[in-house]
């Protein structure tokens, strides 16, 4: 066997055993999902259920965990639009097309807001969030996640627009455009992968996030996904194995669907970044 063949060899060999680690546990919730609460509890324990079975997500969609799964949806795309409006503006600023004092610290400063974890903000965000009657509501809620999501975005969608050639936007100027003018007519069209994948990015962060949601909402009204998993996982009377998975399933597949369509323009996005002109 020659070095090239086993190279490719190996190289396969962990890609495949990486994809079997990765999916394995998503095909079994899937198909925990899909048994019936005998089958489910049967030793020794069943792969593939006899009779496929829908009852599990039917129950989750009768009782409140349906108005959480729209907590999420709107939390997720409110606070995603949010950010991106903000991140957008802010990248462009801290761009290479401004210079202006205090430009590197502020940087720095939205770095260092990067880094700050979630739980040490928790009862600061907690005293304001009651102050201005902010608690257990989506508007709450999608003002801090998007606050948490927003130095990410920024960074990323400075650093796509470092790449953008001076000289296309000094073109621009010399036609007339103002400093708005030339990124929403000359910078914006040309940077769709860095857009797809900063929406891609911060709409997955603010879907999953958990601590959050969790410290910040009590009712089914402001509720979402990630709280409702952890409420069936630590129930008062047992695990509902069936539903929990059926929940995570149901969790799961905005993030499936949105990898599977923007990854093209997540590969493309996320490697702008590594070229310079």
Not at 124 to 135: E, I, V
Not at 188 to 205: D, E, G, Q, R
Not at 233 to 255: H, M, R
């Amino acid at each position: 066997m020659s070095k090239k063949t086993l190279r490719l060899v190996l190289i396969y060999s962990a890609a495949t055993l990486l994809a079997l680690y990765t999916l394995l546990p998503i095909l079994w919730v899937l198909l925990t999902s899909l048994k019936t609460e005998s089958e489910i509890v049967s030793f020794p324990p069943r792969i593939f259920p006899d009779h496929v079975t829908f009852d599990n997500y039917a129950r989750m969609f009768e009782t409140d965990y349906r108005y959480y799964a729209r907590n999420s949806l709107i939390v997720g795309v409110a606070g995603t639009a949010l950010v991106m409006l903000l991140s957008v503006a802010s990248g462009y600023s801290y761009s290479k097309f401004f210079a202006y004092k205090a430009k590197n610290a502020m940087m720095i400063f939205i770095i260092i807001a990067r880094m700050v974890p979630e739980i040490a903000v928790i009862i600061p965000l907690y005293f304001l969030m009651q102050t201005y009657d902010l608690y257990d509501s989506k508007t709450g809620l999608i003002l801090m996640l998007a606050a948490m999501a927003f130095p990410l975005a920024t960074w990323l969608l400075k650093t796509f627009f470092d790449d953008v050639p001076v000289s296309i936007t000094e073109a621009a100027t010399i036609d007339g455009c103002s400093s708005m003018g030339v990124l929403v007519r000359v910078i914006l069209p040309i940077s769709w992968p860095a857009i797809a994948s900063t929406v891609t990015i911060t709409f997955l962060t603010i879907w999953n996030s958990f601590l959050i949601p969790l410290v910040f909402t009590k009712s089914i009204e402001s509720k979402t996904l990630p709280v409702a998993i952890s409420e069936i996982a630590y129930g008062e009377y047992g695990v509902n194995w069936g539903g929990l998975s059926a929940i995570a399933i149901i969790t799961i597949v905005p993030v499936f669907l949105i990898g599977l369509f923007a990854q093209k323009y997540l590969t493309a996005g996320l490697t702008a970044g590594a070229e310079k002109g």
